[in-house]
Every structure is written in structure tokens, then in C-alpha cells.
């Protein structure tokens, strides 16, 4: 019986056991817990696109109406002067400039303070042609310092080449010489002459001066019996040969005249003194004016040399690109002709001044 006893105990201590593993295993397996995201290898972020600056504006160019320019002009001293000043009024019209004019009645202190007066008004660019060369440095680093480009029209100034821009006109120097050699031409290689120079200290008097003597150097039957200004004017250039008839007569060959006007007056004077201008006296004169040409169709004035007036669409120009930072030449040099009696009648209809 005791071994019976034994295998029942044996046999319930078996079965406890199986159940006790069987209920290991039956419990439900916990609800596995996410693992915790482990952190994600931080990637690098992509970097954002630097953000654009803002690309520095460009400031946009002005245009003619923009622009506000100040001329300082001589006068009104020749028929010359006359058509230079309606060309640049006439221009700034046409383009829309706003132009500040002022005439200096050939006074160099009213120029100077026409240029102190642009500057006050804060112009962009300033136009001058100086009465004289000399006498102009103050002011035009007056400018400079307000930042105020010069731009000098038609005639030079004696000033550091930092004082101005640019330089719009002829070569007077050339027109001398080729005056010169005209009147080579006309006496043969062989008389006196006289000479109405422009304006004392004038760029054009100076140069128009050196360009003849120069030249005359060659011509060793030609000399030159004298020389006096007639200031550029039809009525000076008329009293001064008035003067030169008295003293030298029929010694004269020739006239050389540094603008038309003046040489228009002196016809005047060859007249009332009873000699015929053109035969008697040949005139040589420069600028090309409409009235040169009415005397050379009337015989009394032999040559011109040509001295373009015209110079508003140039001088608008180089403004508007100085006033845009832009670099101009440092001369702007007109192209110009030599015309005589020969081709005169043809040529007076043509002829825009
Ligand atoms: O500066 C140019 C000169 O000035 C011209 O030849 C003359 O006629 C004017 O008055």
C-alpha cells in the first residue's frame, strides 16, 4: 500500500510541475512596449539655403529728363556765340534737360558767379565757356569738392587737369595754321599783314595767334606788321583797322582776322578808306559764320576757316554720362572745314549758322 501511497505523490508532484511550466508559458507575453525610438542618428541638417541677400539695387540710370545741368556762357560778343547759345538752348528743349543758363555779358565775375550759383542750386553737371583761360581754379574746385562735374564748352581754361572733365571744341591752334596757309595762297608766299586777334587772353586768341606765327615761319616773304585785339566784336575789329589803315596804308597785303565778325568790321573800314577788300587786301577770318559766306559771295572776304558752334548735342552727352558715373574723353574735338570765295554761293544755303 505504502508503495502505491508513493507513486500517487510521485505522479502529483510530476503533474504540479507540468502545470506550473504550462503556466510559464501560458502568460501573456506583456505587450512588448515600443522600444524606445532610439535617437535617430541626428542627421545633419540640410543646411537651408543661405538666405539670398538681397542683391545691392543697382541705381537706375538717369535719363535726360532726370538730368539738371547749369552753362555759363560768355555773351553774345559774334554771330559765332549767338548760334553756340541757341544750340545748347535748343538741345536741352529737345531732350527734356533741365538747363540753367546764364549770360556773363562777357564779364569773367559773372561767369564765376553763375558757376558758385549752379553749385548752391546742386545742378549735376555744370557747362562753362571761360570769357578768358586764366582765373578759373577757386571755383572749380569749389565744384569738384561739391561734387559737380565741369565740362568746359568751346574754349580752355588754365586749371590742373583734375579741375575739369572734359574739353568740347576745336583745335584753334590748326585753325591758325590753316588760316596761314591760305594766306599763303592768296599773297603768293609774299606781303605784310595784320593781324585782329580775339580777345586778350582768350583760349581761341592765344591759339589762333600761335597757330599763324608758327606757320609763318615758313614763309620767309611773308611778315607780320602788327597785331592788336578787336576783342572777338564787329565793332572793335572795325575801329582797330580803322587805326592799322591810318598807320600802315597800302603796306597791307593781307588781314588776318581770328573770328568773322571782326574781319566783317575791318571790310567796313578797308571800304570807307577807299580800298576794295578781297582785291586790294586779302581777308582771311575763321569761324564759318552765314555771314562769312555773304561776303565771300560778295568778294570782300577771301577764306574762313570753319569753327563748329554746334556743340549742344555733344555737351548733353558727355553731361549725361558724366551724371551716370561714366568717363568721358578728355576732348571732344569738332571736325571742321576750310572754305574761299570759290565754293561759297553753293555752300550759304547749306549752312546751319
Ligand atoms: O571761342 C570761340 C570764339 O568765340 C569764336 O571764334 C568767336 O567768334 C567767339 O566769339
Known amino acids: 500500500m505504502k508503495k502505491n501511497r508513493l507513486w500517487i505523490l510521485l505522479v502529483v508532484i510530476l503533474f504540479s510541475l507540468s502545470l506550473a511550466a504550462c503556466g510559464t508559458t501560458a502568460v501573456e507575453p506583456a505587450a512588448e512596449e515600443p522600444a524606445a525610438e532610439a535617437p535617430a542618428a541626428e542627421e545633419p541638417a540640410a543646411e537651408a539655403p543661405a538666405a539670398e541677400e538681397p542683391a545691392a539695387e543697382e541705381p537706375a540710370a538717369l535719363t535726360y529728363e532726370d538730368l539738371v545741368v547749369g552753362f555759363a556762357q560768355i555773351g553774345a560778343e559774334s554771330e559765332w556765340r549767338t548760334a553756340e547759345t541757341n544750340s545748347i538752348l535748343a538741345v536741352a528743349e529737345e531732350l527734356g534737360v533741365e538747363l540753367k543758363f546764364s549770360d556773363a555779358q562777357q564779364q569773367q565775375e559773372n561767369q564765376i558767379a553763375a558757376i558758385r550759383s549752379f553749385i548752391a542750386q546742386g545742378v549735376d553737371v555744370i557747362g562753362v565757356a571761360p570769357v578768358v583761360e586764366s582765373g578759373w581754379e577757386p571755383v572749380f574746385q569749389e565744384a569738384k569738392d ?9 574754349r580752355g581754361a588754365d586749371v590742373p587737369d583734375e579741375l575739369y572733365t572734359s574739353f568740347i571744341g576745336s583745335d584753334f591752334v590748326l585753325e591758325g595754321e590753316n588760316a596761314c596757309e591760305e594766306m599763303a595762297g592768296l599773297l603768293s608766299e609774299e606781303g605784310n599783314i595784320i593781324e585782329l586777334q580775339g580777345t586778350v587772353g582768350a583760349g581761341p586768341a592765344i591759339d589762333r595767334q600761335a597757330g599763324f606765327a608758327s606757320c609763318l615761319e615758313g614763309y620767309p616773304n611773308m611778315s607780320m606788321l602788327d597785331s592788336q585785339s578787336g576783342n572777338f566784336t564787329r565793332a572793335e575789329g572795325k575801329e582797330v583797322m580803322e587805326a592799322f589803315l591810318q598807320t600802315y596804308g597800302d603796306q597791307i597785303n593781307g588781314v588776318y582776322a581770328h573770328n568773322d565778325d571782326m574781319a566783317i568790321g575791318a571790310i567796313q573800314a578797308i571800304e570807307e578808306y577807299g580800298l576794295v577788300p578781297g582785291e586790294d587786301i586779302k581777308i582771311v577770318s575763321v569761324d564759318g559764320v552765314k555771314g562769312a559766306f555773304e561776303a565771300m559771295v560778295d568778294g570782300t572776304l577771301n577764306c ?5 558752334p554746334l556743340l549742344g548735342p555733344q555737351f548733353f552727352e558727355a553731361a549725361l554720362m558724366l551724371a551716370n ?17 570759290e565754293v561759297a554761293a553753293e555752300m550759304l544755303p ?4
Open 350 to 353: 547749306e549752312r546751319q549758322y
Open 325 to 341: 558715373g561714366e568717363e568721358v574723353p578728355r576732348w571732344i574735338k569738332s571736325n571742321e572745314g576750310v572754305y574761299c570765295q
Open 304 to 308: 574762313t576757316v570753319e569753327c563748329n
Open 146 to 154: 561739391a561734387g559737380i562735374p565741369i565740362i568746359l564748352v568751346d
